[in-house]
C-alpha cells in the first residue's frame, strides 16, 4: 500500500510518519522543506520507503508541480493524510494574493486531493482530514470564503477548521461510488510549536494553555486510527475524536455549504489558471 502525508516533518505529523511507516509500501512526504525533512528521515528504520517531493501548500503552482511528481512515483494511493496546517496573522496573503489560512490549511489540501485523484480512484483510498473542535466557534462563513475579511487569526482558523469537515463531507458526496472514503478528525489539543506565526495575544494565550496540552504522540492516535483501520469498520464521512465518531456543528453538516466551498474553491483556482 502507499501513504501520502503532508505536515511530516512536526508535532502530530511526525509521530503519525512513524506509526505508520511499518504499515506501508511506499510512503510520500510532500514537504516544504526538504533538506529539514531528509535529516529527520536519517534515523527511520525504513527511511529507504520514504520518497520527498517539494511542496508549499500555499502556493497552488507549487502544489500542481508537487502532485504531478507524486503521481509519477506512484499511480494507486491506497491513504492520504491532509495534516499540514498553521494559524497564521489574519490578512497575510501569499504571493498568489491568497489568505495563508486559507491557502495552507484548505485549498492547498483541495488541489493536491483534486489533482491526486486518478490515484486515489485505484487505490479505492481513504482521505484523512486533520481539523480540529476550534470549527465549533466559527459563524457561518458564505459572506466571506476567501477569509480575506476575518477579523483576527483565532476566527480565521475556526473558520478554516469548519472547511476541513465541510471538505470532507463533500468528498464522500463526490466519490464515495468510486470506492473512496473521507474522515475527518480532531486530534486533541496538542503542545507542539503550533502558532509560532500567530501575532503576540494569540502566541501568548496558546503558550499558556499548552500547560493542559497533550503530547503530540497522543494527538496523532486518531489519524493513526483512521489511517490503519478498514474503512468497513469506519463510518464514511465522520467527524472523529479520540477514535470515535462524533456530531460536529449543524454548520458543518450543511451540505448546501459544503457544495458551495467547493465551487468556490474551484472557481479560485481558474482564476490563478493552475
Keep these: 500500500m502507499n501513504l501520502v502525508l503532508t505536515g511530516s516533518t512536526s508535532g502530530i505529523g511526525w509521530e503519525t510518519l512513524k506509526e505508520l511507516l511499518p ?29 520527498l517531493v517539494s511542496v508549499d501548500l500555499s502556493e497552488m503552482k507549487s502544489v500542481v508541480t508537487g502532485a504531478n511528481e507524486i503521481l509519477g512515483l506512484a499511480d494507486q494511493i491506497d491513504v492520504l493524510i491532509n495534516n499540514a496546517g498553521g494559524m497564521y496573522p489574519a490578512k497575510k496573503l501569499t504571493s498568489e494574493g491568497l489568505d495563508l489560512t486559507f491557502a495552507t490549511n484548505h485549498l492547498g489540501h483541495f488541489l493536491l486531493t483534486k489533482c491526486l485523484m486518478p490515484a486515489l480512484k485505484k487505490g479505492k483510498a481513504k482521505i484523512i482530514n486533520v481539523s480540529s473542535e476550534a470549527h465549533r466557534i466559527s459563524g457561518d462563513p458564505s459572506a466571506d470564503l476567501s477569509l480575506k475579511k476575518s477579523a ?45 506565526e500567530t501575532s ?5 494565550i496558546i503558550r499558556l494553555t499548552q500547560l493542559f496540552f497533550i503530547s503530540p504522540k ?38 448546501e455549504l459544503a457544495a458551495k466551498l467547493w465551487e468556490y474553491s474551484e472557481t479560485v483556482l481558474s482564476e490563478l489558471k493552475v
Design 200 to 204: 503576540g495575544i494569540a502566541k501568548g
Design 23 to 51: 504499515e506501508f509500501k511506499k510512503v510520500i512526504l510532500p514537504v516544504r522543506n526538504r533538506d529539514k525533512a531528509k535529516k529527520m528521515i536519517e534515523g527511520l528504520p525504513d527511511k529507504n520507503k520514504i520518497h
Design 152 to 196: 483576527n487569526t483565532v476566527a480565521a482558523y475556526s473558520k478554516v477548521k469548519l472547511y476541513n469537515i465541510l471538505f470532507t463531507n463533500e468528498l464522500k458526496n463526490r466519490f464515495e461510488s468510486y470506492g473512496i472514503s473521507a474522515y475527518s478528525l480532531h486530534p486533541g489539543a496538542v503542545r507542539t510549536a503550533f502558532g509560532a
Design 218 to 255: 497522543s494527538g496523532a492516535q486518531t489519524t493513526i486510527f483512521l489511517a490503519k483501520t478498514p474503512a468497513s469498520k469506519l463510518r464514511n464521512g465522520s467527524y472523529y475524536v479520540r477514535k470515535k465518531p462524533k456530531s460536529p456543528t449543524s454548520t458543518a453538516l450543511n451540505k
